[in-house]
């Protein structure tokens, strides 16, 4: 087989400690109100549905942001400024990064991941698709605080944070990411952020309650993953997805909701379900562009610009450290 030069990628590893799937769920299960850390959705399996869902047509947030990205790549371009270090934590496959790689030519693009092989997969086809760019994968979980492994020569850092994935946080939890990412880009960084934003809630209930049950199918996969992996015995199909718009705490809240009295064991725990109790899955908060700018600022950034759609779905935002 031919070399390419998609080999040419520099490689750091923060080793970043696994989740104990085990002891989380267990943990989970056992309180009041039950719950199941959203992070171990992200099996083969609920990747697959994940990418099914950001192509359906209720869930506008992926088309959304991407069309705003496209649409501006050459005003965020400017704003952003030229050879920079870009760097995306999270990056998973690359994808939505290549729509502004041609417009801000960093100098070099870090794609950061807890997913190792992906990452490294991922960064290679970067590097073959935009040879000019010099690619620094780091294997790191983002939601640690992280000093660089690399330090571009000359140049200011900016992060790329796409996906509304800051909505997954509790506000105050995403308060404090920020702030880390503040202090990993430094004082001349910046920060390219996607937000999805506060709307009408028809649109915010369909897109998380899809017509062809994407949507459940990859909130249930949980426990099919917990019954494989963890040896439990949930009966699958007597947990309904249950996904809805909390105003007052401006989230979508995802949860799935027993039909009946039931007991599940994992492994030696028992854990009793009443029927109608759930297990609060995911929160996914929608901010209007001035709640997240007070939030940008608690973390020591400054609003330099907003792009949205023109249905105001979706926002993304350009902050920069400091002023
Ligand atoms: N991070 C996605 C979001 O907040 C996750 C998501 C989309 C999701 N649809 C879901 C999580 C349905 C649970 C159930 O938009």
Known sequence: MRQSAAEDI???????????????????????????????FYDAEGSRLFDAICGLPEY??????????????????GHVGEDCLLVEPGSGSSHKVRLLLDSIRPSAYMPMDISKDHLIGAAQ???????????????????????????????????????SSIGNFEPE??????????????????LL?????????EILNAAYNDSQ?????????????????????????????????????????????????????VNSHRFEFAGNE????????KYSIEAFQTCAREAGFSPINVWTDAQNL????????GK
Not at 26 to 36: Q, W
Not at 237 to 260: C, G, I, K, P, T
Not at 279 to 284: K, V
């Open 278 to 285: 759930t297990i609060h899955t995911e929160n996914s908060y």
């Open 10 to 40: 520099s490689f750091y590893d923060n080793h970043p400690e696994p989740a104990d799937f085990y002891s989380e769920v267990i943990e989970g299960l056992g309180r009041k109100r039950k719950i199941i850390p959203p992070k171990f």
């Open 125 to 163: 086809r970067v590097s073959a698709e935009y040879p000019w760019l010099d690619v620094h994968a780091t294997c790191a979980d983002f939601t640690e605080p992280l000093d660089l492994p690399y330090e571009p020569p000359q140049g200011h850092t900016v992060a790329f944070f796409p996906g």
């Open 314 to 321: 979706f926002s993304v935002h350009y902050l920069e450290v």
């Open 213 to 265: 049950g994407v949507t459940a199918a990859f909130n249930r996969n949980l426990l099919v993953r917990i019954n494989r992996e963890l040896g439990a015995d949930f009966d699958v199909d007597s947990f309904d997805h249950h996904a809805f718009y909390n105003a007052q705490e401006s989230r979508v809240e995802m949860h799935l909701v027993s039909e009946v009295d039931q007991v599940v064991c």
């Open 60 to 77: 506008y947030p992926t088309r959304t942001e991407m069309q705003i990205l496209r649409d501006n790549a050459a005003d965020i371009a």
């Open 173 to 190: 939890r995403a308060v404090e990411f920020l702030a880390n990412i503040a202090a990993m880009v430094g004082k001349q960084g910046g």
């Open 193 to 201: 952020i996607g937000v999805d934003l506060v709307m009408d809630h």
